[in-house]
């Protein structure tokens, strides 16, 4: 059967709260045929996430309302490894580790573009270009498991990456920039120089798409930012929760498939 994600918007919304519904989902879901295998919730933004193995959207609908009668206002199909990727989890965790369940699903998006990458097989030749590009993919992976980044996919000259955490994405990005001009202070001859893109969202909005809205725009801004530059969205920056010093102001664009111009902020991570 398909996975669905519903997104439930409930003005204050407790853990208790939807503890409790997910037991009264659990107790119902037999008789329409699905299954509930987790859900995430989050206090701070009253929005909750259920992750439903159901024939269609219909029957988690019915499920939902005579069970407490919190009908989502969101239903997207999902593939679970995305899901697993983005949020960590495809099921409900062991009762010892009950707490993982009030995770927000709120996620911080991390894209990052090698320059020039598809050239430099034609330059250097096959066997050194093959080289650099595992030096990216290990700096890069190195930090992400230093910050609690998860990859989510590989796009062959960069990296997507989610963080529960809006401040250890940007700890992760300013530490794979650092990593990488520590590699082009000793290899000046083949320097490699990344674009990193940054952006927050919730897993379910109305572009019918897992992080839809959140990924677009951190693809966007990467492709906007210079070599060697971290930019990042204004929900980045609001999300922040250390000093803001480190962010300076690098004005607007226009991402392509977006309705209006949106700023965006560089981050800075050179020293002093």
């Not at 204050?12 to 709260?17: E, F, K, N």
């Not at 024939?55 to 997207?76: L, T, W, Y």
């Not at 530490?175 to 897993?203: C, H, K, V, W, Y």
């Not at 929760?241 to 209006?260: E, L």
Request: charged share 20%.
């Amino acid at each position: 059967m398909p996975i669905y994600m519903d997104r439930h918007y409930v003005v204050g919304i407790t853990r208790h709260a939807i503890a409790n519904a997910h037991e009264k989902d659990l107790a119902v879901q037999g008789k329409y045929g699905i299954r509930f295998l987790t859900y995430w919730m989050d206090e701070e933004r009253s929005t909750g996430f259920c992750l439903v193995d159901s024939p269609n959207r219909e029957m988690i609908k019915k499920a939902h309302d005579e069970a407490h009668g919190q009908v989502p206002s969101e239903i997207i199909e999902v593939d679970p490894v995305t899901v697993e990727a983005f949020l960590g989890r495809i099921r409900d965790p062991a009762p010892a580790a009950h707490p993982a369940l009030f995770d927000s699903a709120f996620r911080a998006i991390m894209v990052t573009d090698l320059k020039d990458s598809t050239a430099m097989i034609t330059q250097l030749g096959e066997t050194l270009a093959l080289h650099l590009l595992r030096v990216h993919n290990a700096l890069t992976r190195n930090a992400l498991r230093d910050y609690d980044g998860r990859e989510v996919k590989h796009t062959g000259d960069g990296i997507m990456a989610s963080f529960a955490s809006v401040a250890n994405s940007i700890e992760c990005a300013r530490m794979i920039q650092t990593s990488f001009a520590a590699f082009n202070a000793d290899n000046s001859e083949t320097p490699l120089r990344l674009r990193i893109g940054l952006s927050a969202g919730e897993p379910v909005e109305e572009d019918h798409d897992l992080f839809g809205a959140a990924v677009n725009l951190a693809v966007r801004i990467c492709a906007h930012a210079q070599p060697d530059q971290i930019l990042a969205s204004q929900v980045i920056l609001d999300q922040y929760p250390g000093d803001r010093a480190c962010f300076s102001d690098a004005g607007f664009f226009k991402p392509k498939g977006f309705a209006s111009p949106t700023p965006v902020y560089q981050v800075n991570w050179r020293s002093a």
